[in-house]
C-alpha cells in the first residue's frame, strides 16, 4: 500500500514541478501559463495528500499538505474569481488555515515540552513553521473578506505568492526524493537549496515586476482568468 502511494506521490510531484515550472516559465495570462497552472493544480492535491499518507508518522507532514493543498486552491481561486470578490470561500479558507497552524502549534508545545515523542529532533522546527505560514495565511483571507476583495496587482500579487508558495513544496518534495537517488560525490542538500532558490527568486522577481512597474497595465494581462 505505501509503495503504490509513493510511486503515485512521486508521480504527480514530477508533473506538479513540470507544470508548475512552465506556468512560471509562460507568459502570465497567456493560454500555455494558464493551461499548465490547470495541470499544476490538478497535480498538487493527489501530491500533498500521497504525502501526507506515507509520511502519516510526522504531523509535520500532514500540515506540509494542509498548506499546499490551501495554498494552491487559494491562489487559484484568486485568479480565477471577479475582482473584489469576496465570500464564504475566503472564511472558509481562513479557518481551515488557522484550524491547521493551531494542531501545529500544539502538536510542537506537546513535543517541546516532552509530552510527545518524536523521532526527529527537527520536527518541531518544522511545525512552527508550517503553522506560522498558515496562520499568516489565514489573518491574509480575513484581511481579504472584511475589504470586500481585492482586484488589480493585491489580487495578481496573491494568486502569484500563493501558487509559488506550492511548487517551493513541490520542489522541495521533488528535490529532496531525487537527491536520495543520485551518487554521493553530489551534495543532495545544495541540490535541494539550489532549486528552492531558483523558485524563490522567480517568485520574487515577478512580485516586483507585478507591483512595482506598469506591467500590469497591458490589457492582455489584467486579467488571469480563462
Not at 25 to 32: L, N, P, R, V
Request: net charge positive.
Amino acid at each position: 500500500m505505501i509503495e503504490k502511494t509513493l510511486l503515485v506521490h512521486i508521480a504527480a510531484g514530477t508533473l506538479s514541478v513540470a507544470a508548475g515550472a512552465m506556468a512560471l516559465a509562460f507568459q502570465k495570462g497567456e493560454t500555455a501559463h494558464r493551461a499548465a497552472g490547470c495541470v499544476f493544480v490538478a497535480a498538487m492535491p493527489t501530491m500533498a495528500v500521497s504525502a501526507a499518507i506515507v509520511g502519516r508518522d510526522d504531523f509535520a507532514n500532514t500540515i506540509a499538505a494542509v498548506l499546499t493543498i490551501y495554498a494552491v486552491a487559494t491562489g487559484w481561486a484568486a485568479a480565477r474569481r471577479k475582482e473584489k470578490t469576496a465570500g464564504a470561500f475566503e472564511i472558509a479558507a481562513a479557518a481551515v488555515a488557522a484550524a491547521c497552524a493551531t494542531g501545529g502549534y500544539v502538536s510542537a508545545y506537546l513535543i517541546s515540552s516532552g509530552a510527545k515523542a518524536a523521532a526527529n529532533p527537527y520536527i518541531v522546527v518544522a511545525q512552527l513553521i508550517l503553522s506560522t505560514v498558515l496562520a499568516l495565511a489565514a489573518l491574509g483571507d480575513l484581511s481579504v473578506f472584511i475589504r470586500g476583495g481585492i482586484a488589480g496587482r493585491q489580487r495578481i500579487a496573491r494568486h502569484l505568492w500563493r501558487m509559488c508558495l506550492g511548487l517551493v513544496i513541490a520542489v522541495g518534495s521533488f528535490a529532496a526524493q531525487g537527491a536520495q537517488a543520485l551518487p554521493q560525490w553530489i551534495p543532495g542538500g545544495q541540490l535541494i537549496l539550489f532549486a528552492l532558490a531558483v523558485v524563490v527568486t522567480t517568485m520574487a522577481f515577478w512580485l516586483v515586476r507585478v507591483l512595482f512597474t506598469g506591467w500590469l497595465t497591458k490589457p492582455a494581462r489584467l486579467s488571469t482568468r480563462g
